[in-house]
C-alpha cells in the first residue's frame, strides 16, 4: 500500500468511528485507531468504560467493525487490540 492510499484509508477509517463515537462517548467511552496494517487489518483500542463493559465485544462487532467494513470494504479484518476474547 502506497503513502497516498494508507492515507486515504486511515481517513475513511477515521470518518466511520466518528460516526460511532458519540454512542461511546456518551457511555463514558471511546474507541482509538492503534494500527492499519499494510495488508489491510486495522486494528482497534477501546478506551475509556468500553475497556470493562460487559458488552464490549458487542459493540465493537456490531458497531465499530461494521461501520470499519463500510466504509473501506477492502480491509481484511477488524481487531481489537485490548479485548482478549477478540484480539
Same mark, same amino acid.
Request: hydrophobic content about 45%.
Given at each position: 500500500?502506497? $503513502?497516498?492510499?494508507?492515507?486515504? $484509508?486511515?481517513?475513511?477509517? @477515521?470518518?466511520?468511528?466518528?460516526? =460511532? ?5 456518551? &457511555? !463514558? !467511552? ?6 492499519? $496494517?499494510? &495488508?489491510?487489518? =486495522?486494528?482497534?483500542?477501546?478506551? !475509556? ?9 458487542? $459493540? ?5 467493525? @461494521? ?7 477492502? =480491509?481484511?479484518? =477488524? @481487531? ?8
Amino acid at each position: 500500500m502506497n $503513502t497516498i492510499e494508507k492515507e486515504k $484509508t486511515l481517513g475513511l477509517i @477515521e470518518q466511520a468511528l466518528d460516526s =460511532v463515537r458519540p454512542y461511546l462517548i456518551a &457511555d !463514558g !467511552g471511546n474507541v482509538k485507531l492503534a494500527e492499519l $496494517t499494510d &495488508d489491510f487489518i =486495522v486494528r482497534l483500542e477501546l478506551t !475509556g468504560s468500553c475497556q470493562t463493559c460487559p458488552m464490549n465485544a458487542m $459493540t465493537f462487532r456490531a458497531g465499530l467493525e @461494521e461501520a470499519v467494513r463500510k466504509a473501506v470494504p477492502h =480491509v481484511l479484518r =477488524v @481487531e481489537a487490540v485490548n479485548i482478549p476474547a477478540l484480539a
